[in-house]
């Protein structure tokens, strides 16, 4: 980053020399150093979304620090990156899912839902009064037009996805995407995939105790976003660590 | 007819238009069970002839309309909206049929006193842990809960046959029969209710609203043909 | 009753009615009568309170079980009667509220007499669209001295002895004044400044004595009553059954 310290990284209303935005790219940074992993897959029946999370203390109370919330019933997304960031974008998807409720009366799509997150986070970017956020999501959407996976970061930028993955171990994690058979994957299939996958990825070095959070927009689940059953989290773990242990 | 005078502001509530008629419920044991008609009127006219006036607003719960039908698909997308509210909270619970009575009874209290009322007699019904419960708000927000209700013509007709007939032992067969003749007593004399009627009822399985029914009037009674006739002035 | 219903409109302007000249034009009234009465006397160390339970509009009894009181604190109870029942419940949901945050914010139960100046200051907050409530506060004073205060629509507050409100106002009052307060017997003496000199038993007496009379000549009056009596040891709830003509 050549032109760091140069006092063009303080504010996103500044374009640098070379045509850069640092803050943005800080935010980027934000979301890889913030320590998790976030991964979406689409299938043929609907969307699963996984996350893994550190324990952040043996005294926390189980199943408190979702990163996987709901916007709306047919809609979940995952996030990575600064948690308070992340609540915020939330916050907001649920008001623009409420909204378009209250004014089409039928539920938001996917896309535009994502679209218009995209927008608000571009938003952050234009002023200098704002700081960007510093989260990645993934959103997995269920409408008339089937599921959708998309992802939006903190640039404002945001795409439709087969397979994607957002955070810290994001490129190893989509390396690992782009072997699943995601043209025939369903979600039950797909389900001890990302466990695996999010094993898979896990620095050990860093950290020993983490859990990982997985929810699905499916026919199974009545096109509805939700948590996987308990039995079949515990399956797809205990297939994660198997398949762990068999690499080493 | 619908023009309103910007200097007044005290005549901004319309007059109902499109109406639904009497809406009763009874509690039985093992669940509740509410019924109306499937009519909606302007005026005398029928101008739907084909409307559901029970929803589902929760797993175990429904509500039962009487009055403006615009009022009440307004109350439906509000109580919508504050279960999908519930929804992303995410946290295992969802609200009991009492809390949704009492909410919505806020909203009609809130709408009256801004002179702009959800017109409308609403019942709600649920059952949750072996529990009935049935309540009554209204336009005004007036709410109450009763082992038997019953809105507009219906409080004159159906309430004191249920008053007569309802005991807290009642089956399921027992609450249905007592409903349909209390339906049958306000299609004869309520000029705005139908025989197609929709009978719902909530118990420990959840929300069941069953398909419409006709039911048969019986129209050759002695009293009914020559009573008219004898007495002369058309009535029996 | 009716009377006093279309008083309070008048006075909020916002009658179902109007004497303008001119075709009538339908309006609106946020208005409905619910009516019902409560009646509340006070003695050396109780008070009690009673409300009937009909609720009805017009000549329609709504439900025949539909209580009048609320018990604010140990020590207070709150009756409405005559009253447009939406605005009874607004009233009474609110005060439930108060009721916790005074207690959060200073630690102990507000006093009875806290509890009427609050019930009149939130009357007056709806001073230009009245709640539609005739209310009476009945408890026990900060010496255990039983009391009670009653309020018009807007909140003018007062302690008295002996207080009715509602559709039977007019035919319990006049013999309240009498057995009680004895304004028609020269040659008896007059009672105590801030309670009757009647046992406890004697004014439950009374009480259901009034309300079987009402219950006889007010149409609106009826059912059951509801008959609290507070002491120091907490409310005591009874119910008495009247008439279900």
Redesign the interface.
Known sequence: MASIGTGYDQSTSTFSPDGRIFQVEYAVKAVDTSGSTAIGVKCVDGVVLAVEKSLVSKMMVHNTHKRIFHLDEHIGMAVSGVQADARNVMNRGRGEATQYRSTYGDAIPGDVIATRLAGYMHLHTMYWWLRPFGTSVLIGSYDQDGPQLHDVDPSGLSYRHFAAAVGKAKTAAKSQLEKLPLSTLTCRQAVPELAKIMYSIHDDLKEKTFEIEISWVCEESGKKHTHIPADLLTSAVAAGKAAKEAEE | MFAQPADDP??N?L?PMVTGTSAIGIKYKGGVMVATDTIACYGNWIRYKDVQRIHAVSKDTLIAMNGEMSDYQKVL?IL??KR??E??V?DGSTQTSAELHSYL?RV??QK??K?D?LWNMLLVGGFRNGEAYLG?TDL?????E?NFLATGLG??MALPLMRNQWTPEMSEADARALLQMALKICYYRDTRASNKVQIARVDASGVHIDEPITLQGEWNHARFVEGGAKSGDGGW | METMSRDVAAMSGYGASSAAAGPTMHQWSPYVMNSGTVMAICGKDFAVIAGDTRMSVGYQIQSRNVGKLLKVTDKAVLGTGGHCQADTLNLQKLLRARMVQYEHQNGKTPKTSAVAQLVSQMLYGRRFFPLLTKNIVAGLDEDGVGCVYTFDVVGCLERVRVACDGSAEELIQPVLDNLLERQHQQDKPKPPPLHVDLSREDVVNIVKDAFTSAGERDITTGDHVDIWVIDASGVHQEKFDLKYD
């Open positions: 005290r005549k509530t007059r997308q919508e909206q999908l509210a929804y992303c995410d009874t009609m209290y009256r006193c002179f009322p009554y005004y927000g007036t709410h109450f009763d409080m004159y």
